[in-house]
């Protein structure tokens, strides 16, 4: 047992020995450690907001680093003020920039509005719905991380605070892109992540439309990886996957599956919008919009 | 001031406001946290080697973690036996494929081996240099890395315990392929990143020939970044830059400088030799190798 000069005990965890790390904050740093035992540590400032929702723990802190404020969903991480174009631009600009004209787009979860923001620099675009089960992650993003929520204001921006399972139970032709901007595969983005649903999506999507769904860790987390592909399989013709770099997840490289009835990846692509769009961006341009698809032997293996 | 129950002072870094995580292993969990308050965390188990040489401390760990064994050098991440490949693979790979013969090989650095590995799966060569400043390095890797060095006693292999900047200082028109597998801008690898240095280096190579560096995280360390090209294009006509994920380096992304007086990037490819190596990475393949030279905008921007 350790003791502390206050008279508190301190946590077992830190213990030589008798270890394991929790993910979340604990003296001074955020770690998230993957079930492999490795992971992201970043030093962590003040806790600007923290609550349990009926669905997760949300919670907003400033880091003491050069990532600015991060967001966390159940003690795991979600996004940073400073890396958080990796994944938004990737997750938008990549099916978007292979629709010629993308009118209709459906975000899932996405209660950051990261995706929104970027879906939204398509002017092609006339409706852009979110689809978010949990309230509180909207408010408390809208309030504390502004740069990432921008677009939520937009008039174009419906919003929905459901859960995505009952609203996509009976659409049928509705988007031209459907974004899954879904947590892991546990809890309440659980659902997210069966043939059903992704069923509902694909009776969703008009003539030529396209989902991307997140999809994991190719590194950190190959056995989800694997499960969801061969899912996605049993429902969509062509089923792709891109990937890219996302400094603050686990293994710094994360994948995304590219779905349609009717378009295959990289058959298209949109000069007229990406030539608006670029110089806005950090990340997307057109060659690394195209190298996204080429993947390492390992992951071609395990899909 | 903490005290535990052995009675022995439990380090002020762990008190809550007071917090420096230093580099290394401490409780349990090796840290490297770069100096924008950000890195990786890892399940540390038994230290099988930890001694300082004349340049460094040199440690080699279990860890309690999908990723093997670890080396670091002076508490930096250098190498794991679980993503060591990322790093190899696309250090070796991307400019001897691009190499119509490449018969002489010189890696500076590189005492853990893992470079030399697979440049020896390239059958053309004739003789490989590995020019290593710590001969314990070299030691240590041999007894507790045996998968990463297992091509050290290759009989082609010449291996030198050397400080590289003496050993380049009269090389003239003797290597085909020259790759730089250094530790970071500081300690002993602050040498091998001068412009009197690269200048050595392009007078050592061969018509044809081509240098790669390894060019630090271009998310992490954009000012050593930034430095080390400037420098580069002072020196050599063809400056261009590859990237890769590695798991276990800040920010999980990195860069590797391609240079050559006569050759450019992706003018030519060796289909023969790549059937071959193919297999046997799991990494490495064509369409990876052409997308490596796609960047994002923020590091097109820093170069």
Redesign the interface.
Known sequence: ?????TGNY?PVF????E?I?KNGIE???Y?E?TP????????AGKVLFSDNSPFQKVEVFE?????GRVLTLDDLMMTTEG?EYHYHEMIAHIPMMQHPCPKSVLVIGGGDGGTIREVMKHKTVERAVLCEIDGMVIDACKKYLPTISCQLDNPKVEILVQDAIEYMKDKKDEFDIVLIDSTDPMGPGEGLFTDEFYTNVKNSLKKGGIMVAQSESP??QKESVQKMYKQLKKVFPTVATY?S?????????WAWAFCSTDVKPLEYYNEERAAEI?PT?????K??H?????????L?ELL
């Open positions: 047992m350790i003791v502390s000069n301190i830190f213990y030589r020995k270890i790390m003296n001074g740093y770690h450690i492999g035992g490795f992971g992201i540590a970043i030093k880091t003491e680093s050069d990532l890396d590194f950190a990937t770099n996302i400094p603050t997840y686990p293994g710094g490289y670029i961006c950090k990340i997307y341009n060659d690394y195209n190298a996204r698809f080429a993947l390492p032997n390992y071609k």
